[in-house]
């Protein structure tokens, strides 16, 4: 498991970094991990026997990351737009539906993968776009990613005290711990790029390695909803679209304000 997750880490990475230094094919890269996850998030639910509209989620889902990339933003608060506009056409199109039961939990969970998997990780591209965007970037990936690497390798060297067992229950309170501390070198490996004095560096990473590892404790919190140990297997040994990009989800958004606030 250790030598497959290895290998499909060094592809991962190598895609990236061949790809982070042209804005378009980064947005690019970014909008088709969208599209997995998407996908694999409406198959979880599919098992729950959610009636949902798979392709239409995953369709309205791929128009944000597109938009960025395109600059299409007609408003400052277009995408509060896009999503009433999204529930007006769910609902449109449940009226067609004979059966009244499981409207809400269809609609609301149909919007919430949209919200949750392409608006939030679609801050990637943004971060891209930002001044200093490629910096940005590996900057955001470092802090992220190696907090997980960290939990990893910890978790499985020293873990001991399991950490939430009823929703994760291999990671252990060692394992975050060591991750909280690969988040914080990552962030002062990363401060050439942020511009910050040390301590709010090593605070920036202590505080992104907590978000991600909220990201990875909430995707694990759906998947033993959904009774699956992960999302998919398109990269072995890690697991799915999700299962690479759960930690980012959270840490993307926040970073992406917090950068864009310095910069003005």
Request: glycine share 10%.
């Amino acid at each position: 498991m250790l030598i497959k997750r290895v290998i499909s880490s060094i592809i991962v990475i190598s895609i990236v970094v061949a790809t982070a230094f042209i804005d378009w094919a980064c947005a690019l890269l970014i909008t088709i991990f969208i599209i997995g996850g998407l996908f694999e998030f409406f198959t979880m639910l599919e098992k729950k026997e959610i009636m949902i509209y798979k392709y239409f989620g995953i369709g309205m889902g791929a128009i944000i990351p597109f938009s960025i990339l395109f600059r299409f933003e007609p408003t400052k608060s277009w995408e509060l737009l896009f999503i009433i506009l999204v529930l007006l056409s769910l609902i449109l199109m449940q009226f067609r539906r004979r059966e009244s039961s499981g409207v809400i939990v269809g609609i609301s969970t149909t919007i919430f993968g949209i919200l949750y998997v392409s608006w939030f990780f679609s801050f990637l591209i943004k971060i891209r776009y930002l001044p200093g965007g490629i910096g940005l970037l590996a900057a955001i990936l470092l802090m992220t990613k190696l907090g997980d690497i960290g939990a990893y390798l910890i978790g499985m060297r020293f873990g001991k005290t399991l950490l939430i067992p009823h929703i994760s229950p291999k990671k252990s309170v060692q394992g975050a711990i060591g991750g909280l501390i690969f988040s914080i070198l990552g962030a002062l490996m990363s401060k050439s790029f942020l511009h910050l004095g040390y301590l709010p560096v090593m605070l920036m990473g202590l505080s992104l390695g907590l978000l991600g590892q909220l990201g990875d404790l909430s995707e694990s919190l759906m998947k033993r909803d959904c009774n699956i140990k992960d999302s998919g297997n398109i990269f072995p040994g890690m697991g799915g679209f999700l299962d690479v990009m759960d930690s980012l989800l959270f840490t993307a958004p926040v970073f992406y304000f917090y950068m864009s606030v310095i910069l003005k």
